[in-house]
Each structure stands twice: as structure tokens, then as C-alpha cells.
């Protein structure tokens, strides 16, 4: 069975603060690895991985994939209040037909 | 462009009667699909469609069906509600990448539907 998870499940940090998301896969001929952010609306698109050791960056945030171990990242630098929101990650599986989501990661961030 | 509209924003059903949620885009995806999510267990694919005429199952599929008679509109039927039904729905659209297994792009998701079953 497809199963991808993610770990933690919540994170609460102040603001300031690093964090690093955890994401595994276990799908059948991968394809890609996507991590969305979704906040109290429909989630909106961050990074699509699909070779191993090549870190994608947007601003504070960053990620990365690695194959032989079956996992990514996502990485938060100087975390901002406004980051607070679901992180979900998602791989493409069988052929690239479909994508299995993650449970999402809760990350709160204080002030 | 409008994006990926979905209709109704809100809706409650009782338990056995039926109802159709709208799915459009307008930006010439092939790859079209439908979640759902419940608390916890981020999103569930129900059913997807990789172009008009074809459309298979996902991971959660019982008691919905869809249809893709046009690349624009992908609308997933309830036929007799459940309360298990109950969850926020969510379409998607992407483009694909060359050939049958091409890698899916990003999925530009709609705004979502929130279904309570009573």
C-alpha cells in the first residue's frame, strides 16, 4: 500500500525560531514529491522534488529530497506568525497517475 | 482566468438523499481530481480523471462517482448520502507531463466544499 508520513504531526515554536518538517514515502515507481501549505483555505503549491540532493529555495523556505533514504524536508528559517498553517507533502505514485498526501504537519508559531 | 471554481461553497444533505458538486477550470488541465479531508488525515484522493472520457479510482471511491464528458468540468455525485460523507471536498487540477507516465506538475486546487450529513 502507498503511505507517505509525515512527522510531527503539530509544532508550536516562537517566532524567530528554525524548524525542519519531516516527510517519508513509501509509493510504488516515484515519480515526484510536492510539499503544499495550506492555511484556513484550499492549499497552495510550495515545491515539486524529483532529484535527490538538489535543495529548492523560496525565501525562508527551503527543501530537499532524498531517495536513498525515502524522505524530504522542508525547511523555515526565522519563522514569521504568518507562517503558521498545515504543511501536507504528497508523492506521485504508479506511473504518476495520482498523488498520496501526508497526514500534514500543524505548525503554530508564537509571537 | 478563474482557476478551479467549485460549487457549492457550503451544504447539508440528510442521510440518503443525493447531490452533485461542481468542479470547473479554465486553464486546459488534462489531469483533474477530487479529495476529500477529514481532521487528521490530510487529503484522500476519491477519484481523478487524466483527460475527458477517462476517469479511475483513487483511494476512497465508495459511494461517489464522477464523470468527464468536457477537459473543463468534473463534477463527483453522492447518490444516497452518508454521515461518513461528512468533510470538506476539495478539486484539483494539473498539468501532466509527456507520455502515459508522465510526472503530474502542481495541482492548483479549488477553494472547497464543505459537506455536513445528517
Known amino acids: 500500500e502507498d503511505k507517505v508520513v509525515q512527522s510531527p504531526l503539530s509544532l508550536v515554536v516562537h517566532e524567530g525560531d528554525t524548524v525542519t518538517l519531516n516527510c517519508s514515502y513509501e509509493?510504488?515507481?516515484?515519480?515526484?514529491l510536492l510539499w503544499y501549505k495550506q492555511e484556513k483555505k484550499a492549499p497552495t503549491f510550495l515545491f515539486m522534488l524529483?532529484?535527490?540532493?538538489i535543495e529548492k529555495k523560496s525565501g525562508r523556505l527551503s527543501s530537499i529530497l532524498d531517495k536513498k533514504e525515502l524522505s524530504s524536508i522542508l525547511n523555515i528559517t526565522a519563522t514569521q506568525t504568518g507562517d503558521s498553517a498545515i504543511y501536507l507533502c504528497?508523492?506521485?505514485?504508479?506511473?504518476?497517475?495520482?498523488?498520496?498526501f501526508g497526514q500534514g504537519t500543524r505548525l503554530t508559531i508564537n509571537p | 482566468n478563474a482557476g478551479v471554481t467549485q460549487t457549492p461553497k457550503f451544504q447539508v444533505l440528510k442521510t440518503g438523499q443525493s447531490m452533485t458538486l461542481q468542479c470547473a477550470q479554465d486553464?486546459?488541465?488534462?489531469?483533474m481530481s477530487w479529495y476529500r479531508q477529514d481532521p487528521g488525515m490530510g487529503l484522500r484522493l476519491i477519484h481523478y480523471?487524466?483527460?475527458?472520457?477517462?476517469?479511475d479510482q483513487g483511494e476512497v471511491p465508495n459511494g461517489y462517482n464522477v464523470s468527464r464528458s468536457t477537459t473543463e468540468d468534473f463534477p463527483l455525485r453522492l447518490l444516497s448520502a452518508a454521515p461518513s460523507q461528512t468533510s470538506v471536498y476539495f478539486c484539483?487540477?494539473?498539468?501532466?507531463?509527456?507520455?502515459?507516465?508522465?510526472?503530474?506538475?502542481?495541482?492548483?486546487f479549488g477553494p472547497g466544499t464543505r459537506l455536513t450529513v445528517t
Open positions: 480523471s487524466v483527460g475527458a472520457g477517462i476517469t
Open positions: 524529483t532529484s535527490s540532493g
Open positions: 484539483a487540477s494539473s498539468y501532466r507531463g509527456p507520455g502515459t507516465s508522465g510526472s503530474l506538475y502542481e495541482q492548483y
Open positions: 504528497a508523492s506521485g505514485v504508479q506511473g504518476a497517475q495520482k498523488l498520496v
Open positions: 486553464m486546459n488541465h488534462e489531469y
Open positions: 509509493v510504488t515507481n516515484f515519480r515526484s
